[in-house]
């Protein structure tokens, strides 16, 4: 591991000013992904800010009927809370679906939304990797993809994103709140529609999300019950620990009307909001829709029947 220096933040605009003023310097809490990836020299910060003393570990109701969830609120505690079972039940199925018991109770909010692909190539630093270093290629292209995205990727990188949980505030239409590297001591804030946080690859996969330089996460926040019946349902190699080759997430109202998101097929959770006008008609149309433009290999196109048949499954629960 290359060495590095380490502080503790005491507020989250300090921690954000901290890592402005240190170029190479990173936000670390749980560590779950960061630390492996220090490792193995993937991820080689000079500096690192440890954010687990601001207080952004608690879950509060806001006035319109939602909750604020604290960067900080591990996975575990997360999928647990009361009011997330009963009014956001994707998302505590979809915080269950991911990773150990040992792993969620160490992984946090806003580390959960930050984890890095698990594209194999990523992790072989002996091959090339645009995300890794950029302009050295991709690897992946013309090698082993299958569990690799079919839609949403580029010619420089067709990684996926790992996240179970960031799927599941897709569907509920989260809002990503942050504050950034400023001369005032409460920092400039700003907030994120989860739709626009995470970004597609293009000519540029090493920058996967729209935070800048020193930014932090503070918390994300739902809005009101969506109300319906909550799923989510991953198709997996194994049956525990193991990253989605598909998952759906969906909200589905008693007219059949509603909402869907999938993970394993793209580099950021995949939605469509028009494809969900469909939904009463089954999951063939919707699927058509939603994975409109697909372009997937010899090895994952398995991926667009499969992931028509999970979303049938999950109409199908719906139904009763």
Known sequence: MKPFTYERAASPAEAATAAARQPGARFIAGGTNLLDLMKLQIETPDHLIDVNGLGLDRIEETQDGGLRIGALVRNTDLAADARVRRDHAVLSRALLAGASGQLRNRATTAGNLLQRTRCPYFYDTNMACNKRRPGSGCSALGGYSRQLAVVGGSEACIATHPSDMAVAMRVLDATVET???????????????????HRLPGDTPEIETVLEPGELITAVTLPKPAGGTHHYRKVRDRA???????????????????RVALGGVA??????????AEMSRGAKPVMAKLLAGARPTEENKFKLPLAER?????LAEAKG
Not at 179 to 197: N, Y
Not at 267 to 276: G, N
Request: cysteine-free.
């Open 179 to 197: 504050v950034k590297p400023t001369v005032k001591p409460e920092g400039a804030t700003r907030k994120i529609p989860i739709a626009d946080f």
């Open 240 to 258: 525990s620990y193991a990253f989605a080759l598909v998952s759906v997430a969906a909200i589905v109202q008693p007219d059949g009307s509603g």
């Open 267 to 276: 580099p950021k959770p995949w939605r469509r909001e028009d494809a969900e």
């Open 310 to 314: 999970a979303l049938a499954a999950v």
